[in-house]
């Protein structure tokens, strides 16, 4: 078996979550804005995780109440919940994975881009106070949107002489998990033997998932089965908030997708070889200097960028066409993050 094969049969494994816990480091995991819609949820699921000792549940307001329901459960991680500005440096300190969903969330008609004005500043100032407090830690950034957060975090570092481009990753999970379940649906295959590579940013046609590569393949899909289930993968973000109709937006498979993404960081950390995962970091295997792609996930965060590998004309055209809307957002991201120092 290769090392990206072992890797994803790793990920199929992560994804029996349960109550294990077996003899792994402590380790702290911080969750800001754990009060909100995908806050909660992801909370829940990373006191299940046996990688996580202790779990720090931060918000502007809330959290004494999520973290007291939480903390009954009976599992590993000792919970503290910190509300306010005030308790942010202590939520953070000692932390070794913090996942930031905190921020507002899209309504019908919005685009993840709307969401700037509100999350960029939000974003800006809850990495500072990272910069200042767990300057080691790995970043896992759900705050939309994600292809301009991630370089607002990682400008906000340098600026405070700390940014390890290893550390800083923006979460782009929930497109594999969407990609996963409408490639198995469609193809008729196990969803839990599936992988699917996605690629690029995280927001419409900068979501590219890689069908060609997919592991197991499937023949019978046509080009425009693949055309079908490529949009979907694109669009899958907006099913949902039209369907939550102004209530948010995706929330729960948002949670379960941030979870596996934080457990896949814990035990690159912990020294499992092999964890591979997409994500979008900073980068250079494209012209732009943040992209997702598959990356090996080590003791120190990100051990190596993956190439594309083969793209179809398809994907290289779907390649082609998301830079212009990608390279936008990443200089939107860094100009905001210099302009507000
Ligand atoms: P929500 O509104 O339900 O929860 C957001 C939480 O953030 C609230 O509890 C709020 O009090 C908190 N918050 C606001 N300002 C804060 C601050 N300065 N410090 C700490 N907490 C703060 O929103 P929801 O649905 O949980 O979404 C959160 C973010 O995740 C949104 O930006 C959304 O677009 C994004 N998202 C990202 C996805 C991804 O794949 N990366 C998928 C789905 C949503």
């Given at each position: 078996m290769n090392a990206l094969a072992r890797a994803s049969k790793q990920a199929l494994q992560t994804a029996?979550?349960?109550?294990a816990s077996g003899a792994y480091p402590d380790r702290k995991v911080a969750v800001l804005g754990a009060a909100g819609g995908i806050g909660q949820p992801l909370s829940l699921l990373m006191k299940l995780s046996?990688?996580?000792?202790e779990l720090a549940l931060y918000d502007i307001a809330g959290t004494p109440g999520v973290a007291a329901d939480v903390s009954?459960?009976?599992?590993k991680a000792a919970v503290k919940g910190y509300a306010g500005e005030d308790q942010l440096g202590e939520a953070l300190k000692g932390a070794d994975v913090v996942i930031i969903p905190a921020g507002v969330p899209r309504k019908p008609?919005?685009?993840?881009?709307?969401?700037?004005?509100?999350?960029a500043g939000i974003v800006k100032a809850l990495v500072e106070a990272c910069g200042k407090h767990c300057p080691k830690a790995l970043l896992n950034i759900i705050s939309n949107p994600v292809n301009s957060t991630v370089p607002i975090a990682a400008e906000t570092l340098k600026r405070l002489g700390v940014?390890?481009?290893?550390?800083v990753l923006g979460v782009t999970t929930l497109d594999v998990v969407r990609a996963k379940t409408f490639y198995a649906e469609k193809a008729g295959l196990d969803v839990s033997k599936v992988d699917v590579p996605v690629v690029g940013g995280h927001a419409g046609v900068t979501i590219l998932p890689l069908f060609s590569q997919?592991?197991?393949?499937?023949?019978?899909?046509s080009d425009a089965d693949i055309d079908a289930l490529t949009k979907r993968t694109q669009d899958g973000g907006t099913e949902v908030v039209q369907a939550k109709a102004g209530k948010g937006s995706a929330t729960l498979s948002m949670a379960y997708a941030g979870a596996l993404f934080a457990d896949a960081c814990l035990r690159g950390l912990n020294g499992?070889?092999?964890?591979v995962e997409c994500t979008y970091v900073?980068?250079?295997?494209?012209?732009?200097?943040f992209f997702s792609s598959k990356v090996k996930l080590g003791k120190n965060g990100v051990e190596q960028v993956y190439g594309l590998g083969e793209l179809n004309d398809y994907e290289k055209a779907g390649l082609k066409a998301m830079m212009p809307e990608l390279r936008a957002s990443i200089e939107k991201g860094i100009s905001f993050a210099k302009e507000s120092q």
């Open positions: 029996a979550r349960g109550f046996p990688y996580v000792s009954h459960i009976n599992s008609g919005m685009t993840r881009d709307d969401l700037f004005k509100i999350n940014y390890d481009e290893k550390r997919a592991v197991p393949g499937a023949n019978k899909l499992d070889p092999d964890v900073a980068s250079n295997i494209t012209e732009v200097p």
